[in-house]
Nanobody, 129 residues
Framework: QVQLVESGGGSVPAGGSLTLSCDAS???????MGWFRQAPGKAREGVAT????????YHADSVKGRFTISKDNAKNTLYLQMNSLKPEDTAVYYC???????????????????????WGQGTQVTVSS
């Protein structure tokens, strides 16, 4: 069972930047991995998803052009670069991972119904106006 540990959260003013990291306890290669967030009183929201073997990625419309998901397979680490942060980006951010999948099945990573079995504990991001 892969364990995920997020880091890099913090408090920044609007317009600032943060980079979140998610360190995995084992290889992240060929997995569907993603970043999610949950603000107080709101449902969990998918932020970005990536297939770690060859890197096709998806970003939610709310963050497109500002956030970038990436990975370093050698370090077993997933990243989320967040620029031009807005107060509405304030939330707990979670990293999630699926089981390794064959490249022919990578499209499942981007299906709304895809469920990640492994989750980190979350890291708080607070953006002040």
């Amino acid at each position: 069972q892969v364990q995920l540990v997020e880091s890099g959260g913090g408090s920044v003013p609007a317009g600032g930047s943060l980079t979140l990291s998610c360190d995995a306890s084992e290889s992240i290669y060929s997995r569907c991995m993603g970043w999610f967030r949950q603000a107080p009183g709101k449902a969990r929201e998918g932020v970005a998803t990536i297939y770690t073997a060859d890197g096709p990625a998806y970003h939610a419309d709310s963050v497109k052009g500002r956030f970038t998901i990436s990975k370093d397979n050698a370090k077993n680490t997933l990243y989320l670069q967040m620029n031009s942060l807005k107060p509405e980006d304030t939330a707990v951010y979670y990293c999630a991972a699926g089981q390794p999948v064959h490249p022919s099945l990578r499209r499942q990573c981007f299906a709304p119904s895809f469920e990640h079995p492994y989750w980190g504990q979350g890291t708080q991001v607070t953006v002040s106006s």
